[in-house]
Every structure is written in C-alpha cells, then in structure tokens.
C-alpha cells in the first residue's frame, strides 16, 4: 500500500483536521477542546447552540475553525466541516466526550500506512462502550450484519462515528445524508467506490454533559434506509455528492 500523500515533502508527517459537529454542547467542549492535542487543524461546525458552544470554542481554541449552521443535521455538519477542512487527514468525533482524543494517532498512522478510510470499533480487542444500551446493541450488531451482507464486507461496527479518512477521498464518498446516517452513508460508500478500509479498536465513554441527540428507532431507520438506498444507488462521485454550503456567521465565529 502507498503512504499518504502530504502537502509537504514525500515522508513529511500527514497533516490532521479535527471535525466536530456541536449542538449545546459547551460543557462538553470544555473538556474536549484542551485535549485536541497533536492535530494541526480543528474545524467545530455549531448548529447555532443556545448555550454559547460556538463562542466558547472559538474562546478555547483560537486556532480553531468555527463555522455556525443552522440545525439540520449531524451529516449536514460534517459534509460542511469536511468541505472546510485543509489538513491531508481528516479525523471526525463527537464532542460530547464519549471519544477519546488519546486514540487520534492510532487512526492517523493506519491512514499514513496506505488506508483511505478507518473505522472505530468497539467489538476490537481493547475497545468497549459504557454507552452502549441493550437495544442499541441489539440494533447495531443485526445493521452491521445487514451491511456486510449486502456489501461483502466485514465490518464489526457499522453505527460508531469515530473516523479518520484521506481528505482527497472525500469526492468519492459521495455523501448526501444530513442526520446520524451518515456514518453508515460513510462505511457503505466506501466500500462501493473500492476504498481501502481499516477498522481500529476504540473505547467509548458516557456522554459527559446533556442529553444524546439520537433517536434510536427514527435513526435506526434512517441507517436501514440509507444503506439499502446506497446498495441500489452506484456511487457517483461529484454527481451524486450535495454540497454543503457554508452559511453566514454571527459576530465573532469565521464563516
């Protein structure tokens, strides 16, 4: 397998943006943001948050790219966060502190090894959930197995949005999904567009503030949908994609 390509010389170490989708989740920025050590970009898409995220992401990481959209979606955010990003890797997570910034490295060196899309996985050695509840569970394993069935693949953890991928593979993903499909939209396009996939142990966390935005049954249909829509749909890459359009900003976050 080939080794990333930079934007510096041939060998130089891969740059890494880190996208993370917020939504009132300003408690759990305080304790992520710091933690972001060892990326060369953070790029926070805030679907205009009441309780100041935005603001105080900007005020925690001056460095940091902060886009406001309004509230469409967690994949609505990312295709924004991943049109905004310029590092050679792109790293996505959740910002409610269920992800552990420490695992960053060990997605970017697979990435750096000739991988174009690494998937975190809680079934792995070393991986785990203290999130998971018995019908998430239940509702994960028979999705991942409706997967690989209808891809040929092998996936053991299809609904787990811990990620990094090669930016210059992002055409090919083709994404259109604006809610928490779009994991699965991710996993399911990359295997239809021949990407070189990697799964690496993760543990994930309790959410450390507020109250999850999933909706296990509406959701659970959504990923159904969206995996068997994409089976029947080729991926056409910059035909199918739908941009995500940066939106205005207010006073004091970059648009």
Do not use: Q
Not at 27 to 54: K, T
Not at 224 to 233: A, H, I, K, P, Q
């Amino acid at each position: 397998m080939n080794a990333i390509e930079t934007t510096a010389h041939p060998g130089a170490r891969p740059t890494v943006t880190a996208v993370v989708p917020t939504l009132n989740e300003a408690d759990n920025l305080r304790w992520l943001l710091p933690r972001l050590h060892g990326v060369d970009e953070v790029v926070i898409v805030d679907g205009e948050s009441g309780d100041g995220s935005a603001e105080l992401a900007a005020a925690l990481r001056p460095d940091a790219v902060v886009l406001s959209r309004p509230p469409r979606g967690k994949g609505d955010a990312l295709r924004a966060g991943f049109a905004a990003a310029s590092g050679d890797v792109i790293v996505m997570l959740d910002a409610d502190g269920s992800m552990d910034p420490a695992e960053i490295p060990a997605f970017v060196a697979l990435v750096a090894r000739g991988f174009d899309f690494v998937k975190g996985t809680r079934y792995a050695c070393g991986g785990g959930s203290r999130d998971l509840t018995l019908l998430r569970r239940a509702g994960n394993r028979w999705l991942t197995r409706a997967a690989n069935v209808l891809y040929r693949a092998g996936w053991t953890d299809l609904c787990y949005g811990y990620v990094a991928l090669r930016r210059s593979a992002v055409p090919r993903l083709a994404l259109r999904s604006t809610g928490f499909e779009i994991e699965t939209e991710m996993c399911v396009n990359a295997v239809a567009a021949g990407l070189r996939i990697a799964e690496v142990a993760s543990f994930e966390g309790d959410r450390l503030f507020g109250e999850s935005h999933l909706d296990t049954w509406r959701d659970g249909w959504r990923v159904l949908r969206t995996m068997v829509g994409s089976r029947l749909r080729p991926v056409r890459a910059g035909r199918d994609a739908v941009e995500a359009p940066p939106v205005p900003s207010p006073a004091g976050v970059a648009a």
